[in-house]
């Protein structure tokens, strides 16, 4: 997978955000009553970005877009923070960006949205079957991480016997 290039600024705060795109469809019948159902069930996210760069950093960020990414067509991996927090997300860009626009004396604003291929969120395993690890899942991971270096670790398994995995196959683990 392309990386997001070392070198480059993260993404301001300024207009940053996400907007998914609604796996919904409505149909409004005779009696003025809607039918709705859920249409997919992977959507992409549109996420709003605004990049402030040095001039070097805008010549590197053109040259990526063009060469690396064929003129933007490319999925990268692209380090944005959401509400799961801070990780590398694919992600391509919708269109060509805006900019470069002068922003002072010596850098450059360049805005674009980016389709980021999953929403971020929870997988259903751990919002079904471990809730409770979710709204505490910060005190937890320093608990395990910080607190019991030396703990035993236990695997986390369904109620069918299966090991409960992230969305990229690793097994979460536990301690005692």
Known sequence: ??????????????????????????????????????????????????????????????????????????????????????????????????????FGVSHWRFTANLEVFKRPIYDEQWFTIAPEYLSQSDIVDIAINEKWPGMDVYTLMTEDGSELATEDGDTIITGS
């Open 1 to 102: 997978m392309i990386q997001y290039p070392d070198g480059l600024s993260f993404p301001l705060r300024e207009g940053y955000g996400f907007q998914p795109v609604s796996p919904i469809v409505r149909t409004t019948m005779v009696s003025g009553r809607a039918r709705m159902r859920r249409r997919f069930s992977s959507v992409p996210t549109i996420a709003k970005v605004n990049w402030l760069f040095s001039a070097e950093e805008a010549r590197l960020f053109e040259a990526w877009f063009e060469y690396t990414l064929k003129s933007g067509t490319l999925w990268f991996e692209c380090p944005l923070q959401s509400p799961m927090g801070f990780e590398k997300l694919r992600a391509r860009f919708t269109d060509i960006y805006d900019g470069p626009t002068l």
